[in-house]
């Protein structure tokens, strides 16, 4: 983009905010900034400017900027759910590109703003971001580097177990024990009996084991947090920082769909309003071709999530889709407007692998629709929960995964309790099922093994 036509730009982004309101979006304020490409896809990698250093960080740069630079892919801009928002703009992009980018991202700040399953989310996530990796650098200094990744290689094998609305029991209230014969005037005539550490023939009594955790807990890094007794403070905060930010991307996790869907619904309708000319217009033409096309081997949620809402509104009206911007997920989405026509339009399908080859195994709406909500219950993860923190009463910890059909990646799942037990110090019990039978995995360190139940 050259600079003459940055004063245009501006212009078009105080129209774009004025046509975006008039057709009743409520955005955050945004604020815009134009970077080259290698900030564009170091922000992409990283999910949020200036978080903290790790190599996977660095391996996803390094997959991204390839794909640029051999032409296979292209981000056109990253917007961050903050108030205000911020949104990055690639240096390269044309000035109409640019105008179509900043219809889409008015339509992602709007959703940001009015979607309940972002209303917990921490609107200042780049200020705490930045004081995250600030003491992370400085745990490296005190503790050395190499000690530092290597623990984050551990935390971040499991960061995707979190919940982001955990339970709690409440602590049994106190009260008063019931009047009894032991008590008063009379007490010498009734004898106690033996209870609690001793009973019958003066032997002591066996106290009741308590429960750790009280009801299986799905999330990991909070019983971690709460009951890995072997870690030190650095240790502690360490997890406490993954799993904050964790649990701020989660409303993204929840909404892709949805979200890319609403931002692409209405950078049609703001371009529509806009004085384009007729080589504009055919040049918006083939940009909204290229982000809104279906996907040949994955759904694509710009496609997808813009059909659902035009069907949406055409069937109930505008007023209709503002309520399910503001109220839904993409499971809850999916489950109530996705309809028959839609996923014979869409050509929505379930396909497995078998031998060595993808097969189309059904179109049947319903079980499409199905399938794909399916797929994103726990955004596609494992549910996995922590059974029991004191494993044969010797704190070893059992996890137990909740089989929903599908096989876990043993490889993957065995070296990722490797990376527990380094957390846990001490041996760790998965059951899960392995091709139809109860399965423990057990982990001591290097050495796993499995056991049929």
């Not at 490797?418 to 057990?442: F, K, S």
Request: proline letters at 6%; hydrophobic letters at 35%; aromatic letters at 12%.
């Amino acid at each position: 983009m050259d600079d003459r036509d940055l004063p245009a730009l501006e212009e078009a982004i105080g129209e774009i905010w004025e046509t975006a309101r008039r057709l009743g979006l409520d955005p955050f304020p945004t604020h815009f900034e134009i970077v080259p490409a290698t900030i564009l896809y170091e922000f992409g990698a990283y999910l949020l400017p200036g978080r903290f250093s790790h190599w996977t960080h660095g391996k996803a740069y390094y997959t991204m900027k390839s794909s640029y630079d051999y032409g296979l892919s292209k981000i056109y801009e990253l917007v961050i759910n903050a108030n205000p928002s911020y949104a990055f703009l690639l240096e390269t992009n044309s000035l109409l590109q640019n105008k179509f980018v900043v219809a889409h991202v008015f339509g992602h700040t709007d959703f940001f703003k009015n979607n309940i399953w972002f209303a917990p989310t921490n609107r200042q996530m780049l200020e705490t971001v930045s004081q995250n990796a600030q003491r992370i650098r400085q745990y490296g200094i005190e503790e050395g580097d190499l000690e530092v990744e290597r623990f984050l290689d551990a935390v971040l094998s499991i960061s995707d177990h979190i919940d982001p609305y955990p339970r709690r029991e409440a602590p049994e209230p106190e009260r008063e024990p019931p009047p009894s014969a032991h008590d008063g005037p009379y007490a010498d005539l009734f004898p106690r009996e033996e209870t609690g550490e001793r009973k019958a023939g003066g032997k002591p009594g066996k106290p009741a084991r308590r429960r750790i955790p009280p009801a299986p807990e799905k999330d990991l890094l909070l019983f971690l947090l709460e009951h890995a007794d072997h870690l030190e403070d650095w240790q502690r905060d360490i997890i406490a920082i993954v799993r904050e930010e964790s649990l701020y991307f989660v409303p993204q996790m929840q909404t892709k769909i949805m979200n890319e869907g609403w931002a692409s619904f209405w950078h049609m309708r703001i371009m529509r309003e806009l004085d384009l000319t007729d080589e504009e217009f055919v040049e918006f033409g083939k940009l909204h071709s290229a982000v809104c096309t279906p996907g040949h081997t994955r759904i694509n949620p710009y496609y997808v999530g813009l059909k659902i809402f035009e069907d949406i509104e055409k069937r109930f009206g505008r007023e209709k889709i503002f309520e399910v911007r503001e109220m839904e997920n993409d499971v809850s989405f999916l489950r109530t407007y996705l309809t028959e026509e839609l996923c014979r339009d869409l050509d929505l399908f379930v396909y497995e692998l078998k031998d060595d080859a993808w097969k189309i195994t059904d179109k049947q709406w319903e079980r499409v629709r199905d399938a794909l909500c399916d797929a994103m219950t726990n955004f596609g993860h494992p549910y996995i929960v922590v059974a029991d923190g004191d494993y044969r009463g010797r704190r070893e910890l059992l996890l137990r995964h909740q089989h929903d059909g599908r096989d876990l990646d043993l490889p993957y799942a065995e070296k990722t309790m490797q990376y527990l037990y380094q957390l846990w110090g001490r041996p760790v019990h998965l059951e899960t099922q392995v091709e139809g039978r109860r399965t423990r995995i057990t982990c001591e360190g290097e050495k796993v093994t499995m056991e049929k139940l």
